[in-house]
């Protein structure tokens, strides 16, 4: 369990940091490095369908740095697909409702990073944390929820950052 908190904490500084960077192809890099640490985390705590989820996020965000769309968007289609899917699942009693949580963060953040740039990649991303934040909540696995809360911080810090710097270029005259 000590290996799965260090993990967690690596992936949580690496998460931050992400979303700390103005530029969305620098989030996008660092978010794919922390996607990888978050997977190792939840495989360590045999949460399968959360290593679903970022297994997914990782080939979406892959697809999207390296110009490989058709990659991310098959990824993306079976991310949402898992959706329904594992609602479905937890209707029938073969999981929890917990456990669709992890899809519905995972597709808003992957999405987000994906596909969309600047604050609408910031409202997706901080919509999939909230979402994220409630999961790790719900199944004990603090470095995750804390993830979350230093996120939605990080994310305010990007959007403040971006727009104070959009609101200076605009200033300068031509």
């Known amino acids: 369990m000590i290996t799965a908190s260090l993990i967690g904490y690596i992936a949580i500084f690496i998460s931050v940091v992400s979303y700390l960077m103005r530029d969305d192809h620098r989030l996008r890099v660092l978010n794919v490095i922390s996607c990888v640490f978050w997977t190792s985390y939840f495989v360590l705590l045999a949460e399968w369908t959360s290593v679903i989820s970022l297994t997914l996020?990782?080939?979406?965000?892959?697809?999207?740095?390296?110009?490989?769309?058709?990659?991310?968007?098959f990824a993306w289609y079976l991310c949402i697909a898992a959706?329904?899917?594992?609602?479905?699942?937890?209707?029938a009693g073969h999981m929890t409702m917990i456990d669709t949580l992890p899809f519905i963060g995972g597709?808003?953040?992957?999405?987000?990073?994906?596909?969309?740039?600047r604050g609408k990649l910031s409202l997706a991303c901080a919509a999939g944390e909230c979402i994220w934040a409630l999961?790790?909540?719900?199944?004990?696995?603090w470095p995750s929820a804390f993830m979350a809360l230093f996120s939605l911080s990080a994310l305010a810090v990007r959007e403040i950052t971006r727009l104070r710097y959009e609101c200076q270029l605009d200033l300068v005259p031509a």
């Open 83 to 91: 959706i329904p899917i594992s609602s479905l699942a937890a209707a």
């Open 107 to 117: 597709a808003a953040i992957n999405t987000g990073v994906t596909f969309m740039s």
């Open 57 to 73: 996020a990782c080939v979406m965000i892959w697809g999207a740095i390296y110009g490989r769309r058709r990659t991310a968007h």
């Open 135 to 141: 999961f790790a909540v719900l199944i004990g696995a």
